[in-house]
């Protein structure tokens, strides 16, 4: 039997850890991995993108969506430059990646020769471990740190390796003396965090001498959904939700008002600025301003990261660890509220929020109201979808228009909040579950970046139904020139993109639709389609994105844009006038 040589032992390696898929694209100085890869095709499988950028996103997304560590592969200089918005998007949600990049001959790497990158100086900033691997006997040491540092640290590793060394076989080099061989084990030790007793203990009492508790759950809440509706019913407490925890608990559940923030519900928003206490439950949601103001609230907070704790909320008991044992812990101390109030008036807040957006998508005729798609869509995902969303004008419509129901996944960029995830993510989710439903959700802004990767979806027959909301404009960042900052708008309208056309030259079914009567129609003969379909959903591009209460810096802000001369004037001020735009801007 011939030895193995340094691409053997990485692929060995990253399937010992429980690689099985890699994404990337082959390249010069990846070619011994490749040819690696070719030899263990049935132990681990290679999917091909169009662009790096991609395969990072695809990796990051298969952690996310399957727990387990996601891998991506790249050439030398340029391909491994092209990894790190996907890699960043990782790091900041906490999902395991291990990415891999190819390296100059081992006695040129630093010398400027061709594609002289050094990758693990340019990862250092979006790594927990970035290592270059200097022989075969180097291979297995350095991957299994990094693998057990990416799942452990929950983010992202990188190894680089010389495209020789690739090559290099494990007799042709004498191991150091200290190096001693397969001393590196490759079991994996998951970590069970649980808060200190004393901790609950004060927890405990902070929250039963509540009288109006919120509850902001976040990703970190998804293996504890459970205890997390036995907390929120003892206490009475709505459970809000930030966007990477929209799955957390199903949206038309009682004890939840949905989202939070710029995307959030009027609910979710009056419950925090009248609340006396907050738990956080496995959420870092960024924007502060949305929080309860200083000193009105007391609170508490649930992560598996201690360094998270009171990053954006001053909380007076931080319970470091696992939010199911946390909670489980929490719950057995919770006297049950008998005073049910401020539960039941955020109950009768979401039943009028409800109403207030289904019924404002009901205007006929072309152009259709924005959230007329995302609402028709919601009612005919299947009850085990998974669905992809991008980032952009078209996150808020998923966000408050499309309900997850029981069963189903939502997901995406969170704090990165990168465009053109939605269709890499969708591929990931694809591959992982044959067997469900998988929609991406996209702007025209973000599809058009990565656009290469419908070629994707056709090499790989999956059977993604992708729906493209189209307004010919980058509509989030163009009302926030205006609501942010008093700007006109300028320079946020695209040339416009035929997506149906161009999809049906990649080979995918293509529908396009503008009558709000065929909407749901449309729909239903894609989503019916067995292959690919995409949907090109031409919507009003005046109709503005709100926060879901009137926020009086931002009202100014847009009137004080509009008279300086944004564009389109007047069918902007009409929008304005129309619901739900109309009841989002009142006090």
Known sequence: MSSRNGADILIDSLIAWGVDTIFGMPGDGINGIMESIRHHQGRIRFIQVRHEESAALMACAHAKITGRLGCCLATTGPGGVHL?????DAAFDGAPVIAVTGLPYHDLVDTGTQQDIDHTKLFQDVALYTARIMSPAHVENVVALACRTALA???VAHVAIAVDVQEDSEDSVEPSPRNVGHHTSFARADELRVPHPEDIERAAAI???????????????????????????LLGAPIIKALLGKSVVPDSHPLTTGGVGLLGTRPSQDALENCDTLLIVGSTFPYIEY?????QARGVQIDRDPTRIGLRFPVEVGLAGDARAALELLNARLARKDDRSFLEQAQAGMAEWRELLRSSVERPGAPMK??????????????????????????????RYVEARPGQEFFGSGLLATMACGIPYAVAAALAFPGRQVVAFVGDGGLAMLLGELATVVRYRLPIKIVVVKNNTLGQIKWEQMQFLGNPEYECDLTPIDFAK?????????FRVEDPDACGLTLDEALAHPGPALVEAVIDPNEPFLPPKRRENYVKNLEKALEAGTPGREELQKALAEEPSRSLLRA
Not at 84 to 88: A, H, R, S, T, V
């Open 370 to 399: 924005p959230g007329r798609i995302a609402r028709d869509l919601g009612d005919r995902l299947a009850d085990d979808a998974i669905v992809a969303w991008d980032s952009g004008h078209n996150t808020g419509l998923l966000a």
């Open 502 to 510: 161009v999809a049906e030259g990649f080979g995918i079914r293509s």
């Open 84 to 88: 790190l918005n996907g890699l960043y």
């Open 291 to 295: 929080y309860p103001k200083p000193g």
């Open 207 to 233: 929250l039963n001498g509540g009288q109006r508790i919120a509850i902001l759950a976040g990703q970190g809440a998804k293996g504890a959904k459970e205890e997390l509706l036995r907390t929120a019913d």
């Open 153 to 155: 640290g929950r983010g």
